[in-house]
């Protein structure tokens, strides 16, 4: 198949591409490579993907309307992965419109150029976010989520309904994905992880938000990969005819959490660390930030289902990965 990966040079899409390289695919992978955080540490992802021969690279605005229906036109591609986004809860009350550009026009454009390109599966990323302060646990796909509490996840909600009115209207078949709390090797340096391990083995003191009262359902980069390649081949059905019709139920349309199913406090999260480095951290206590929530927690079921796939890699095997890295790629 040939295979879109937008956000390549991104901490999942890295990690997609390689994972789906050597499978016999066409891989084409897009990138703005914007500077919200060091855009060495993307090139050097995408310097790792160098002996992979099947993937290749273009850097690609997404919210660039003519150079993205170029791409599909040119490409025809059977099925995308789109990743590409502007991450970040708290980013979000300093910089709106950068949400607006990539994660609206440029998830607008990707659905247009899937749309006329035929495209036979978008898979896509929504978040965890979405759920807002939902005090049902763990949160399911069925729960309501129409009071989110910061833009980025606005936008994100924003994506699923999109995405279900392509859906729904021209029977793109799409599958939408709440990621929880990714980490770990080639993450992000906005992220916890990279943050509270630069901290911890600097010595320097650890923000820890709402005073540590808090949890999260931290899953590793290898589960959520293996989890969009399983349902990059799960194909949600389409109603079987182009008539538009108010029953939404028939369109094939779907989503899924990608979650470990157990959440971890923040504390026992930094203990982690701690173990992992063998240093004690420093903390230095602080109230919620606007726009956070309190715990995560997903309800992992209709992904098994559909998948036979559940996430399985605990926090003190993933951190430890994660620390190992750290240290080589910064030579600690």
């Known amino acids: 198949m040939k295979l879109l990966i937008t956000g390549m040079a991104g901490f999942i899409g890295h990690a997609v591409a390689r994972r789906l390289s050597g499978l016999g695919h066409e891989i084409l992978g897009v990138d703005n490579l914007n500077d919200y955080y060091d855009v060495s540490l993307k090139q050097a992802r995408l310097d790792d993907l160098a002996d992979c021969s099947d993937v290749r690279f273009e850097r690609l605005e997404l919210a660039d309307r003519p150079a993205v229906a170029e791409l599909f036109e040119r490409e025809a591609f059977d099925r995308v992965v789109h990743l590409a986004a502007q991450p970040g809860v708290r980013y979000s009350l300093e910089n709106p419109n950068a949400y607006v550009d990539a994660n609206l026009v440029g998830h607008m454009n990707v659905l247009e150029g899937c749309r006329h390109a035929r495209v036979e599966h978008l898979v896509y990323a929504s978040s965890s976010s979405v759920y807002g302060a939902n005090d049902k646990i763990p949160f399911g796909t069925d729960d309501n989520v129409d009071h989110p509490i910061s833009l980025y996840a606005a936008t994100k909600k924003a994506n699923e309904l999109m995405a279900h009115t392509y859906s729904h209207l021209y029977d793109l078949p799409t599958t939408g994905l709440r990621f929880f709390t990714v980490y770990g090797p080639w993450g992000r340096p906005d992220m916890a992880m990279f943050k509270f391990t630069r901290a911890v083995l600097e010595g320097q003191p650890l923000e820890v938000f709402n005073h540590g009262d808090m949890s999260r359902d931290f899953t590793y980069i290898d589960d ?60 230095e206590m602080q109230p919620m930030q606007p726009g956070d929530v309190p715990r995560t927690w997903a309800d992992t079921e209709a992904l098994l289902a559909a998948t036979g796939y559940r996430p399985s890699i605990g926090v003190d095997e993933g951190v430890a990965r994660f620390v190992e890295w750290y240290k080589c790629y910064f030579k600690v």
């Open 224 to 283: 959520i990969v293996e989890g969009i390649a399983r349902v990059l081949d799960t194909v949600p059905q389409p109603r079987g005819t182009s008539e538009v019709t108010t029953d939404t139920r028939s369109a094939p349309y779907v989503l899924y959490n990608i979650g470990h199913g157990s959440p971890v406090s923040l504390m026992e999260f930094i203990r982690a660390i701690e173990r992992a480095t063998g240093i004690e951290a420093k903390l």
